[in-house]
């Protein structure tokens, strides 16, 4: 069993930052793709960012140039940089992760979310 455990979500004035973690523990053998999504208020789950093992990247377009995504493979974790905020980054944002289990099946696994508010 393997579980995601975000962290640093909150109420930031736009034109703020913030730096959201998330760590995965248990039954890992390697992580392929880690990713965040973000889900507005009647809106669906959209992809806001992406990293391999490798290192490679990927961000939604409205997010480009403000938003790094990061991992350090040592600890299983990735972050998620977000500066010079908006309202409309407001939202729950999720971590997911492509997980290789001890038993050398990938599965697929989600983080329980964490708020992230931008006020104007």
């Known amino acids: 069993q393997v579980q995601l455990v975000e962290s640093g979500g909150g109420l930031v004035q736009a034109g703020g930052s913030l730096r959201l973690s998330c760590a995965a523990s248990?039954?890992?053998?390697?992580?392929?793709?880690m990713e965040w999504y973000r889900q507005a208020p009647g809106a669906q789950r959209e992809l806001v960012a992406a990293i391999t093992s490798g290192g490679s990247t990927n961000y939604a377009d409205s997010v480009k140039g403000r938003f790094t995504i990061s991992r350090d493979n040592a600890k299983n974790t990735v972050y998620l940089q977000m500066n010079s905020l908006k309202p409309e980054d407001t939202g729950a944002y999720y971590c997911?992760?492509?997980?290789?289990?001890?038993?050398?099946?990938?599965?697929?696994?989600w983080g329980q979310g964490t708020q992230v508010t931008v006020s104007s």
């Open positions: 248990g039954s890992i053998f390697s992580i392929n793709v």
């Open positions: 997911h992760a492509e997980v290789q289990t001890a038993t050398k099946y990938t599965y697929s696994y």
